[in-house]
């Protein structure tokens, strides 16, 4: 099958390169030039694991191409994807303007090239948009299309794997015509046989902020039993797993930390909570998870402040982890971004170390936190001569460093960690003073 890719990022390239991989024939258009002729030359603009062995492939065997212009794509193409950002806009609600304005596009080219073509919606969008994409298409032509809402749920770091082996992949439509295309176009990856579920559009809008606002309050329930175990002298790790070996719960997504962040997490949850309003429902959970992951991500930075009894003055730490998460790029409403900006507010000096997430970390601070910033290059020089090591992400490498050495290479052995990386006995042994999320502290 032809496929166009509109929006070439995160999800659109990781989308055109599996499909590419399937044996699809690819073009993938983004209003982004520069990133194109990134693409066109070979680089790959994201940090994916997993991304560059597939692209190549599907350049080489000639199934992928890029380019800037969307007619060229309307026109090779039978499916249409529509992979545009859907940033929060006022109270939160889903910009929608990116998506909207390539459909008008997209009205005016079927005029041009009257062929029946699927519009597959990729983005996350609010409950009824297939319905307005469909209506502005229709305003502009009289020819037959469709409109699919088709949610992804990929997740950053291992995307290439959750878009080739999906638990399931979720159609909204009410046409037999496009639900087959749909189900022919998914087949290579569905084949172990995990379910294509075909259901109606605005369920299966609705499905995709549904799982997302579920994860996050079941990542913010776990931060607050974190909050009360660190108040009642409980450990949330044995917590975690006296309940999480309980099948109704389940052992993920129970990690405490210092919040969720990225690019989905918040901006679907604001938006499903927008949704609500507007509708004149009083979702209370989501105000509650919004409310604790805001002073959740700056909780460490609470807890800095205790230890050093609100003097930071001429204080020098070492950031670990910049990204939101591990295996990506990505710093989108990174908790990193919080804590290092307060930080900075607050007179303290960063030596800041991330594998991966430098270059976006540094497009998306202020002048005040990059001033109190050096970005260096491994995660030895971050802890050299510092007051204390700040953990804002579990990057592999940070898991299991000698922390026997830490005394030795820092000025002094405090350890803040969001992520709970080390055992509370190792970090005695140590001789650190190890302040976590949830389990008692450790002083030397
Ligand atoms: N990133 C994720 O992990 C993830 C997972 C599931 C769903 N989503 C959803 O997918 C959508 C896209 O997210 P993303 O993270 O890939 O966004 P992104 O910002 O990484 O990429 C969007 C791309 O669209 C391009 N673009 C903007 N306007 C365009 C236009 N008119 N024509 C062509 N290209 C245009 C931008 O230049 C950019 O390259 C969002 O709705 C998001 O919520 C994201």
Redesign the pocket.
Known sequence: MKIAV???????LVTGTCFADSGHDVIC????AE?VQKLKDGEIPIYEPGLRHVFDRAIREERLQFTTN?EEAFEFASAVFL????PPGADGQADLS?VL??AADLGELFNKIPTYKVIVN????PVGTADKVREIIASKTDHEFDVVSN??????GA?VEDFMKPERVVVGTSSDKAANIMLAMYQPFVRSGNPIIVMDERSSELT?YAANAMLATKITFMNEIANICERVGANVDQVRKGIGTDSRIGKRFLFAGIGYG???FP??VQAIHHTAVMHHYDFKILDAVMSVNDSQKVSLVEKIKLFYQNDLSNKVFGIWGLSFKPETD?VREAPSLYITKELARLGVKMKAYDPEAIESFKGSIDDETSNAIEFVSTRDAALEDVDALIICTEWNEFRRPDINRFPHIMKSPNVFDGRNLYDLEDAQTAGLNYISVGRPSVYV
Not at 122 to 125: G, H, L, N
Request: net charge negative.
């Open positions: 509109i929006g070439t990022g995160y999800v659109g258009v983004d209003i982004d990133k969307l992979c545009l950002p859907t990116f304005n390539v990729k983005s996350t969008v949610p992804e749920f990929l997740r950053e995307a995709k990225g690019s989905c901006k679907d990505d």
